[in-house]
């Protein structure tokens, strides 16, 4: 006989096991795909390994009923993207089957209202399905905030969000902040930014790594007297201060040690900690 502690648990699978017999769990065995799920490959025109592969990535988060999944694709099917964009689309992102066809219809009609290139938006809600996640009014007080940054250059803000989708969904506050440091006080123009995922990074990371680099002088303003088309600085890309780890960025980008850079973060931190907190004091007084 079974010790208890064992037959617990063999009782314990056996239950999941049965309650995990739905179209959103694929069964273990090779090759062997449930009915329900060969089902709706064939009614979507999908191939059923593809549509089992992503239930089973997301066995827990894709529990829609097959009306959902055909709505979903029907409806952006309307926009000219293919079926195996859309559930590309799924796969990385399985909360856009929660969107009821309403909100969806809103915020397709801010994407395509706001006159980007057909084929750069579609690319970019291919590879960023979040895109499709935003409220319609949240959508349009957001993007013309952020074309202010980027010269009105509607192309320079599609991959901004390729690279940085959180600038749709962050703090305006926050996110204002962090662009206005890299533009005013890195003097990083838009073309320099976009193509970075900085404005994914923490504030407190990109003060704390361009301040290291002024002190150490391999950091420069601009001469303002100097026509900016024609002035090369010598300093280090956006792309090279901000996409590396610690350590590339100690090593290869300040030519210190993972040490030195160590110790100016933990002492610029509480510098940084002092001056949020005299900001918030500064904001609650007014207030």
Known sequence: MLPMRILRTCYTCRLKTLSCRSMTIVTSKTNVIPEDIQKLSKELNLNNEELAKVFNNHQNKLRYSK???????????????KKSQILEMIDSNPDLLRVNNSNLHKCMSVWTNLRFDDQKLKQLIVNQPCCLLLDDKDLLSRIPKLLAYVGNKRNWLLELISYSPNVLFDSWTHLEAKLDYVMLNMEFGPTQFVTTNVMSSKLFDIKCRHSFLVKLGMF???????EKSNQITGNPSLKRIMETNDKQFAVKVAGVTTEEFVVYKKIFEKQFDENEDDSDQEEFNLD
């Open 220 to 226: 420069k303003p601009r001469d303002p007297k100097a």
């Open 67 to 81: 009306k959902q999944w055909l709505k979903f694709f029907d409806y952006l099917s309307q926009y000219d993207f």
